[in-house]
């Protein structure tokens, strides 16, 4: 028990520095949210909405995908969608580096606890479950909300928010309602700044 309390401990102590990886690295007027805080009000969306919507998931399981989820950028940091929008960098690089970074922080771990950890990881990255496309969505509104908590206006483009969240939310359309809200006060952003609105854009407008 002494062994597997001093590994946990050293886990602790590594992953610390998740509260300093900071996201949006490409809109630094965005202010700094780290991947911490992103990762904090995640989980206390599925604690809320779970109860609120017609959600059909394991809230338990759900609330650890939540904290896994991001887990990797303790090493590789915050890979800004924006790297990803405008083909600087692939899903697919990101995903790969992602994947060896979890690999090597599980390390000073119990083997059953990164047995666990892993199996999250994986669960997550692969989209195949209720509770991993449940978060996957939430994740992209979290991010929605965030760039409307701290002022469109510093979001660097603000035509990759649109369409952000849509593929996700697809797979999980319990969480139309919200999205729809979301997509509201952003199509008044882009009519008050003359930003044209697409016809893309109005997945969820009228549900």
């Known amino acids: 028990m002494s062994q597997e309390l001093q590994e946990l401990n050293n886990f602790y102590t590594l992953i610390n520095d998740l509260k300093f990886t900071y ?19 995640l989980a206390m969306m599925v604690m809320t909405l779970t109860d609120t919507l017609p959600v059909k ?6 609330l650890e995908l ?30 790969e580096k992602e994947k060896k ?15 666990k950890m892993l199996a999250l990881f994986n669960e997550y990255e692969s989209q195949q479950t209720p509770e991993a496309n449940y978060i996957k969505a939430l994740d992209k509104l979290e991010s929605i909300a965030h760039v409307f ?5 510093k979001l660097k483009d ?8 849509d593929k996700a939310v697809k797979k999980f359309p319990a969480l139309l309602p919200l999205h729809m809200l ?18 893309e854009y109005d997945y969820g407008m009228n549900k």
């Not at 996201?23 to 009000?41: I, V, Y």
């Not at 970074?101 to 047995?115: F, G, R, S, V």
């Not at 908590?149 to 206006?153: D, K, Q, R, S, T």
């Not at 006060?185 to 044209?196: C, G, Q, S």
């Open 101 to 115: 970074a979890m690999q090597q922080l599980i390390k000073p771990l119990p083997k059953k606890m990164q047995e």
């Open 149 to 153: 908590a701290c002022g469109m206006e």
């Open 23 to 41: 996201r949006f690295s490409e809109s630094p007027n965005l202010g700094k949210e780290s991947t911490a805080g992103h990762s904090w009000r």
């Open 57 to 62: 998931i394991h809230k338990e399981h759900a």
């Open 182 to 199: 979301q997509k509201k006060e952003l199509k008044k952003y882009f009519e008050k700044n003359d930003i044209p609105w697409k016809t």
């Open 158 to 165: 603000p035509r990759v928010l649109p369409t952000y969240a």
């Open 66 to 95: 939540a904290l896994i989820h991001d887990l990797a950028e303790v090493i590789t940091g915050d890979v800004d969608y924006n790297l990803v929008y405008n083909q600087i960098l692939t899903t697919e690089t990101k995903q």
